[in-house]
């Protein structure tokens, strides 16, 4: 009966004797014992091969004193869990935009970056999808035309595809649709399409989804898209030589930023543009003259749309010429001082709760790093009484989306959340480009059919001063604050 | 003073430039000498006239004055021939006399006399013999056969240039020689004496005669010698760089310097030499060190009773050469360096230093960017036992959700079992204990990647229990394909290079099994190539040979074909000429392959050799533009890298062509051209080719762009280097939406930060000087799966990555006392310093910093014990290095 030494894991476990008169199977039960390695999953090497229950001991010429190793586990085996993890690589195209986290790409058709850059802008407004999906696919109302009804249309089928997309899309029917509807679009040069300006696109779609989207069913709350983008304003007609004045208001879907030499921020620019001069017959007077127009914002949107005044018209080379003077831009936006004053009383108490909230949120922060853990509990839900009271975070009820439009109030601080960006000399060439703040907060820039990340201190410098893309149009949103 | 240019440099070889200078003045001498005359300071005036003098009485017909003037002349050309900044004054006035003095020999009757006048005229044709006429030479052989030094190191060095040119012309003619090697025999002589070492084995190599050198080498000048030797045998073709080698091991042996001669043993594959070593040394420290160096070089090497007669010395001496301990020193070199923590994939990926480019909403998981993160956990953490994926999940309850192997897809398992292997790369016991838990798993492709993993633990460790083959035998004919492939490959890689009948005979019938399927047949082919590698195996390379013309056409065109030439192309690594008749055999195949297995089997015979001819046809190879891509120009280009990583002097010739290549080849050899630099700078991070595959990781076309990345990963292999990591980081953002590109970015990541930094994947050791063939087979393998990137590593043959393995070593230095344990000593590490052919006791490293050991050893850094207290058993201080206890030393006070 020899003796042998068993090697399993680190251990060694010497003098282990073999009763060759017996099976095998005995000799692993004796292993079983020292080990806890059931014999069916014992694995002891020997000459050619593993032992098996049934060998000839004689066969394998154990020596005395020979180092055995053996194989096994002791433990539970590994099982695969009952419901294995679901891949990206599985998932059909829908979700997998969720896991990209943006929206695709829309490819080039040939000069057609104005579009896609408007049309990723205007994408980026939930409450203008929400009301195109609502709208009928057949039923056009009497005094809305064939032409814009199909580009609306087309703009809902154009948004629905870039929601379920990742790869890049082409915006063949849309482009089709929108150039019937304006021709100008469809001007060639050398047989090709030529480059648009942008604005031109973006004012041109936004007035014909007015049109189109002015329920007539509801009689009040009838444009929807006046609702999301259009701006009050009142002005005072003022004239200098006959004292003559008078108040005027009217409805525009975006301020404009002039430029000039004193205009270095955003905000001079649009203090700049709220005051224009014009020339006008004067009743009283009897021959045109020079009127004074001081412009206040009187009614605020959802969304702010602020246009650059980057291009000029200029004569000796019969082309949209361009500033390329830097103006900076914030990220957010006060623009309380540009309001009318009975837009700034009624403004006052939500800025007011506005700035409580932020002071709260910062004491708060303040009170959680100085308490200790074990009162903190208390104190928090202390703290969290009246903030639930007076609303969520301001971020949580603009996901909200219209449904709970009623109860919330504009503040007149507005955050950025897109930025459409020319980069070249003039309007009709060049490339245009947009940035889309997404809903998860990153930034991405759709320069065509490539959505590109971008960090969110690169988007305020895109503010000219260079050959580099310079903000041509900002989309400022809301922020609000429930009552 | 002199206008003239010096003429000192008319040594052997004579260029045409000393002729031109030599001729000027015997042309028209008087003229010159009268112009000179009135310049000559009164001292040399006299002298002239003295030597002018014994001219004329040379001539005289009194053998007694003749006599004394050729005395005296003798007597000035030797006092100042003794040192040769400028043309010697007595032999500058005596040229004019040259003529006149030539007549006047052939003249002279037989004579002593006429003897020494033939000596003063061999000395004179140094500088006025005209090129080719080996005057010296003849008039040294007419002359007294004197002591040939007593002429000066100058004179010497002259006739030993023209004894070779005269000796190659003889040789032409079919004359004697024998005059001639008795004035080599002075030459060495006197070189060997002057430590002139390098010119005397050149003279020795110029007439054939290199035997002649161990008569002549003493304990002074044995090592600068071999030193010479070893190196100018690289740049020697054919059998020459072969004896020159063995004079080299000769006279190590005969000096006692073991370690050297069996480097050099090994180099030549020599096995004889190595036992030689083996039986001639009888101290059992040394031959411990010996064992160590033959488990560096990967080598299976069987030690019997003559070599060590004791039992108990052998076992332990064989132990060292199986590389049982090689696991022990890896984690005592990781624990002195204090990174045993395990790290996880993003530890390496960094991706909070890339603000606002991270991949968003991380809320599901992909199959492909988890099998990268498999990867990268296996070999960051390769050899330390944990990690923080795999090893983690098993200790807490086993089979939650949280086990990372089933987080993995279908074949994405295989990957991440087999990473077990790797993580406890080298530790047989726990390794086997850790993946034998899934040997009872149910999945094919966990079964599959088990097996895997028990060839990768096993990689370059043998036991003798066999446990890889007792283990694996059993599943090499089952039904599932890919079990079947995970067996064959675990054999392979356990086994590489032991030349296993055992694994033979199991092998070989899978190639001929109609039933069979392509890959696992190519897998077959790769694991016995791995296993004979080098050996020129007739049976293997006929089973392999057998089942490429098997290949029906279809076949012939599947991505996974191109192994089956490799695995046939591994049994020649290196082998250069043996290769021949396998490639006549070649030619003789399907058109569809003729060419691609050609390329294949030339660039692996021709591996390391460094052989220029064969890189120009490679090169040739490449030059051709096909419409269609090609896909035989792939091996060629490889081959090119294959064969030029020899030495560093044709390695950056390499690295030159390359660029030519890249800037003119078609898109498949642009393809491959990240690849071959890859190989060239192999875990050796060099900045141009750095550069280089940067800018081609952002190129247009995605395969050169996915070959460009891995080889940053490649070059950059084991060494944590920064500059790569961050080019990768920003790749890896640059990448985030292209899934195949950002998965090559990932597992360059793993590649640089392999082991931690511990590792190397450079196939040449010891200084440079030796090569693993099973290292470079490992790579080779990876390479040339690499050349199809999208059908096998993207596609579900991502294992054939383990094959790095193979290559795989710690670049460390373990010093250990002569119980073989971890002993600390200072060192000096610094980059190493070319001493070859210098004079003097040059420094061999240079701006060194000192450690104490273990230390990390960076690619061309060379160390040295900073104190004199031990001495180490081996010259090369690599690997593991077995210190002595200096008995000349004295502790200062």
């Known amino acids: 009966m020899p003796t042998v030494s068993v090697k399993w894991q680190k251990e060694l476990y010497p003098a282990v004797e073999i009763d060759t008169t017996q099976s095998p199977y005995v000799f692993k039960c004796q292993l079983y014992d020292l080990t806890g390695v059931p014999p069916e999953r014992q694995k002891i090497m020997v000459k050619g091969g593993i032992l098996k229950d049934d060998s000839d001991w004689s066969k394998l010429g154990i020596k005395e004193g020979q180092k055995l190793m053996m194989v096994g586990t002791a433990d539970e085996i590994v099982k695969a869990p009952e419901k294995g993890p679901v891949f990206m690589e599985d998932l059909p195209e829908e979700e997998q935009v969720v896991a990209v986290g943006h929206s695709a790409g829309l490819f080039n058709l040939g000069n057609t970056c104005y579009m896609n850059s408007t049309m990723q802008c205007l994408h980026s407004v939930p409450e203008l999808k929400s009301a195109l999906i609502e709208y009928p696919q057949s039923g056009r109302s009497n005094d809305l035309d064939q032409s814009s009804h199909l580009l609306t249309v087309a703009t809902r089928d154009l948004f629905n595809e870039l929601d379920k997309n990742v790869k890049p899309v082409a915006p063949m029917q849309f482009w089709m649709v929108l150039r019937k509807k304006y021709p100008q679009f469809g001007q060639l040069h050398n047989g090709s399409f030529m480059q648009q300006d942008a604005e031109e696109c973006w004012t041109q779609i936004l007035y014909t989804l007015s049109q189109a989207l002015r329920s007539p069913s509801t009689s009040a709350n009838l444009d929807t898209v006046k609702e999301l983008f259009g701006i009050d304003l009142v002005s005072r007609v003022h004239c200098a030589e006959s004292g003559e004045e008078s108040m005027e208001t009217e409805t525009v879907y975006s301020l404009k930023c002039h430029i000039s030499h004193e205009v270095n921020h955003l905000h001079e620019g649009l203090k700049h543009g709220l005051k224009s001069e014009l020339e006008k017959a004067s009743p009283s007077l009897g021959h045109s003259t020079v009127y004074l127009k001081d412009s206040r914002i009187n009614g605020l949107p959802k969304y702010l749309t602020i246009q650059f005044v980057r291009f000029f018209w200029k004569r000796e080379s019969n082309q949209k010429a361009k500033i390329l003077r830097k103006v900076d831009y914030p990220l957010e936006l006060d623009i309380f001082d540009l309001c009318s004053d009975d837009l700034r009383k009624k403004l006052e108490a939500p800025r007011q709760m506005l700035r409580d909230e932020d002071g709260r949120k910062a004491g708060l922060k303040l009170k959680q790093k100085n308490t200790s853990s074990v009162d903190s509990d208390v104190k928090m839900s202390d703290a969290e009484g009246p903030s639930t009271g007076s609303g969520e975070s301001s971020k949580a009820t603009l996901g909200e989306g219209v449904a709970s439009d009623k109860n919330v109030q504009l503040t007149g601080v507005y955050d950025l959340v897109a930025v459409l960006t020319h980069k070249g000399r003039s309007a009709d060439s060049g490339h245009y480009v947009a940035w889309v703040k997404q809903e998860n907060g990153k930034w991405i820039q759709f320069d065509d059919d490539n959505p590109i990340p971008q960090r969110e201190e690169d988007i305020t410098k895109l503010s000219g001063g260079g050959d580099w893309h310079m903000a041509y149009i900002c989309m400022y949103k809301a922020r609000t604050i429930p009552m | ?678 190989l060239l700078c192999i875990s050796n991070p060099k900045v141009h080719v750095m550069d280089t595959l940067s800018r081609l990781s952002h190129d247009a076309d995605s395969e050169v762009a996915m070959a460009a ?55 040449y050791h010891s200084e440079r000087f030796l090569l693993s063939p099973t290292a470079l087979a490992g790579l080779v393998v990876l390479l040339h799966a690499c050349l199809d990137m999208k059908a096998i590593i993207l596609g579900k043959y991502h294992y054939v990555m383990y094959f790095v393995v193979l290559a795989m070593q710690p670049r460390m230095l373990l010093t250990v006392n002569e119980n073989l344990k971890p002993l600390s000593v200072p060192v000096r590490v610094g980059q190493a310093v070319d001493v070859v052919g210098q004079a003097g006791r040059p420094k061999t490293i240079t701006g060194f910093q000192t450690h104490s050991t273990p230390v990390l050893l960076a690619a061309g850094d060379r160390a040295e014990l900073a104190t004199e207290k031990y001495v180490p058993l081996s010259p090369i201080l690599e690997g593991f290095v077995i210190l002595k206890e200096n008995p000349d030393y004295r502790e200062e006070a």
């Open chain 2, 1 to 678: 003073m002199d206008p003239e240019p010096n003429n000192k440099t008319a040594s052997g070889t004579g260029n045409p430039k000393d002729e031109s200078t030599l001729k000027a003045p015997s042309k028209d001498p008087k003229k010159k000498d009268d112009k000179k005359e009135e310049d000559l300071s009164e001292e040399d005036l006299a002298l002239k006239h003295q030597l002018e003098l014994y001219v004329e009485r040379a001539q005289d017909a009194d053998p007694g004055l003749q006599k004394v003037a050729l005395e005296s002349m003798r007597q000035e050309i030797r006092t100042s021939t003794s040192s040769m900044t400028s043309v010697p004054k007595p032999l500058k006035f005596l040229r004019p006399h040259y003529g006149t003095l030539k007549s006047y020999y052939e003249t002279m009757a037989d004579s002593d006399l006429k003897k020494l006048l033939s000596d003063i005229l061999s000395v004179l044709a140094l500088t006025m013999s005209a090129e080719g006429d080996r005057e010296s030479l003849k008039y040294r052989l007419l002359g007294s056969e004197g002591d040939i030094g007593s002429w000066g190191h100058e004179y010497v060095r002259n006739l030993a240039g023209e004894i070779a040119q005269e000796y190659s012309k003889r040789v032409n003619e079919e004359a004697s020689v024998d005059d001639l090697i008795e004035l080599v025999e002075q030459i060495v002589a006197f070189h060997m004496k002057h430590n002139a070492e390098p010119e005397a084995v050149d003279l020795l190599m110029e007439v054939e005669f290199l035997d002649l050198l161990v008569k002549h080498v003493d304990k002074t000048n044995y090592k600068r010698t071999c030193l010479y030797l070893t190196s100018s045998a690289r740049y020697l073709p054919g059998p020459d760089d072969m004896s020159v080698l063995d004079i080299a091991y000769t006279i190590y042996k005969q000096f006692e310097e073991y370690p050297s001669a069996l480097q050099i043993a090994l180099y030549l594959d020599n096995m004889q030499h190595v036992k030689q070593v083996f039986t001639s040394c009888p101290d059992l420290l040394r031959k411990k060190q010996f064992c160590y160096i033959l488990a560096r070089q990967g080598l299976s090497f069987e030690l019997d009773e003559e070599m060590c007669a004791d039992d108990e010395d052998r076992e332990a001496l064989q132990e060292i050469i199986n590389n049982t301990k090689l696991s022990e020193g890896y984690l005592t070199l990781a624990r002195d360096i204090e990174v045993m923590e395990p790290k996880s994939p993003e530890d390496i990926y960094k991706a909070h230093l890339l603000d606002g480019r991270a991949s968003a909403g991380a809320s599901v998981d992909s199959a492909r960017q988890n099998l990268a993160a498999t990867f990268v956990n296996a070999f960051v953490n390769a050899g330390f036992g944990q990690d923080k994926l795999m090893t983690v999940t098993s200790e807490a309850s086993s089979g939650g959700s949280s086990n990372w192997l089933f987080k993995n897809k279908d074949h994405g398992k295989a990957s991440a079992a087999a990473s077990l292997g790797m993580i406890d790369l080298w530790d047989v016991d726990t390794g086997l204990a850790q993946l034998d838990k899934y040997f009872h798993s149910n999945d094919n492709h966990v079964m599959a990647g088990a097996l895997l993993g028990v060839g990768i633990v096993n990689c370059g460790i043998k036991n003798d229990c066999d446990p890889a083959l007792a283990l694996l035998a059993d599943y090499l004919d089952k039904e599932d394909s890919s079990i079947r492939i995970g067996a064959i490959t675990g054999l392979g890689l356990a086994y590489a290079g032991t030349q296993n009948e055992q694994i033979r005979d199991k092998l070989t019938p899978i190639l001929g099994d109609p039933k069979a399927p392509l890959d696992v047949i190519a897998f077959t082919a790769i694991a016995l190539g791995l296993v004979y590698v080098g050996s020129c195996n007739e049976e293997v390379a006929q089973a392999i040979i057998f089942a490429l013309m098997d290949r029906s056409e279809s076949d012939l065109g599947e991505p996974l074909t191109r192994l089956l030439p490799l695995g046939l192309g591994l049994l020649y690594l290196g082998k250069q000429d043996n290769v021949e008749a396998t490639a006549e055999v070649s030619k003789t195949f399907n058109e569809k392959i003729r060419k691609y297995c050609d390329m294949t089997l030339l660039s692996c015979a021709y591996a390391g050799t460094g052989n220029v001819l064969k890189v120009q046809h490679f090169l040739g190879q490449c030059a051709q533009h096909f419409e269609k891509g090609e896909t035989f120009q792939g091996p060629a280009v490889l081959g090119i890298a294959m064969v030029a990583m020899a030495e560093e002097l044709g390695l950056d010739m390499a690295i030159r062509s390359l660029e030519h290549l890249l800037q003119y080849g078609e898109q498949n050899i642009r393809k491959t051209v990240p690849l071959a630099l890859g």
């Open chain 2, 709 to 763: 990345v891995l080889s940053l990963g490649l070059i950059g292999a084991g060494t944590n280097n920064a500059r790569i990591a961050g080019m990768l980081r920003n790749l890896s953002s640059y990448y985030y939406k292209e899934a195949s590109l950002l998965f090559c970015v990932r597992i360059a990541q793993g590649f640089v930060h392999m082991g931690k930094g511990l590792l190397t994947l450079a196939p």
